[in-house]
């Protein structure tokens, strides 16, 4: 039995991701060796063999070639979430979560510190990963409300909203300092640091 084209496990769809990961493969090996703000989009078409308006067809710009995967991440983040034990505290539990979503990444640990080098160096890159985070917050708030005591009360989401956007802060000075420190300093324990200023 044939499959249906459009159908998720379809000819066309496999061959649309097939194309997407070459182009996010091709792009991002150019984006480490000239920079991100130095690769345009046409250099990026003309490395894979087609045309800028193909390319366009897949990704609108460099940021969402980058960051395209960010709303899977954030997926896994919150199974990841989801999978810790019910009566874990929501601090322990966002960080089990987070540091499992750090070691699903397909990426060699040079690999990944140069990736999230670029991603610091670059304005625009930062500002579509904080657009992209909100919808972090939206995937892990149901969980961590349900942590912190009865949906009836008004507060509760109030609460867990403030304590996902502090996680997610923390993880991200985490990250940078980690850049700055050129991958030597150890990012779980700036993380605790972080979350122990913050609680403190």
């Known amino acids: 039995m044939s499959e249906g084209k ?4 379809g000819l066309r769809e496999r061959t649309r991701r097939a194309v997407q990961a070459e ?12 920079g991100f703000e130095a690769t345009t989009m046409e250099q ?4 894979i063999g087609i045309s800028r308006r193909s390319l366009f067809r ?3 710009t460099k940021e ?4 395209g995967d960010h709303a899977e991440s954030g997926r896994v983040l919150q199974a990841a979430l989801e999978a810790r034990p019910a009566d874990e505290s929501p601090w322990e539990a966002l960080r089990a ?3 499992a979503l750090v070691e699903s990444l397909p990426y060699a640990p040079d ?4 990736i999230t080098s ?9 500002g579509r990963q904080l657009e992209k985070r909100q919808q972090w917050m939206d995937l892990l708030v149901p969980d961590i409300a349900r942590r912190l005591g009865p949906e009836a009360d008004p507060m509760t989401e109030m609460r867990a909203r403030a304590l996902v956007a502090c996680a997610l802060a923390c993880s991200d000075v985490a990250m940078e300092t980690w850049v700055r420190s050129n991958g030597t300093v150890d990012m779980e324990q700036v993380f605790d640091e972080a979350v122990a200023a913050v609680r403190g």
């Open 118 to 126: 670029m991603l610091h160096a670059s304005p625009s890159l930062r």
């Open 44 to 47: 990026i078409a003309g490395e």
């Open 111 to 114: 690999d990944f510190l140069k």
């Open 64 to 67: 969402d070639i980058v960051l």
């Open 23 to 34: 182009i996010v493969a091709t792009a991002m090996r150019l984006f480490l060796e000239r």
């Open 58 to 60: 897949y990704f609108g």
């Open 97 to 99: 979560a987070l540091k």
């Open 6 to 9: 459009g159908g998720p496990g």
